[in-house]
Structures are given as C-alpha cells and as structure tokens.
Nanobody, 113 residues
C-alpha cells in the first residue's frame, strides 16, 4: 500500500502562488500515474492535474496556464506549482495514485484577501 503525505497549503492573496508537495512511500513510485484532486466546500472532488510515470501531464481547463504539475522520482515526490491563484481555487487538495487508488490526508488552500 502506498502512503501519501501532502504539504504546502496555506492562506494566500488572490494573484499569489503556492507550491504543494506530495511525498510517497514505496519502491515503485516512478511507474505510478500521480494526480492532484481538490474539493471545495459543498462541491464534489474534482481532478486538477495528473502526471504519468514518463512525465506526460494533463490539466483541468480551469487551471491550464496557471498550475504546473511535476515529479521527482528520486525523491518520490510530486509537486503542484500554483500561480495566479483565484478565490475559486480555495479547496482541500489531495494527491492520489491511479494504480493503487491511494489518497493523502489533504492540505487546505485558501485564496482570500
């Protein structure tokens, strides 16, 4: 079973930036497709971005051009660089492995002035 731990959330003003991290356990991290999801209050969890083991990426339309997903297979860590943040980006952000459907505990991101 893969264990995931997110970090890097916090309170930021509109237009600001944050970088989230997701540290994973396990020896075969490099082959997993890793994903970031988010869930805002009263809304369903939604896919934000994903990255394949080979490095290919995909994004939700709402974050294209603002968010960048990346991974470091040596450190077994995935990242989400979030720029030009908007109030509607406020949510709990979770990381996930597609192959094992493992989830982290989530990290809160709040965008507010």
């Amino acid at each position: 079973q893969v264990q995931l731990v997110e970090s890097g959330g916090g309170l930021v003003q509109p237009g600001g930036s944050l970088r989230l991290s997701c540290a994973a356990s396990g020896s075969i991290f490099s082959i997993y497709t890793m994903r970031w999801y988010r869930q805002a209050p009263g809304k369903e969890r939604e896919l934000v971005a994903g990255i394949f083991g080979g490095g290919g990426t995909y994004y939700a339309d709402s974050v294209k051009g603002r968010f960048t997903i990346s991974r470091d297979n040596v450190k077994k860590t995935m990242y989400l660089q979030m720029n030009s943040l908007k109030p509607e980006d406020t949510a709990v952000y979770y990381c996930n492995t597609r192959e094992t459907n493992s989830w982290g505990q989530g990290t809160q991101v709040t965008v507010s002035s």
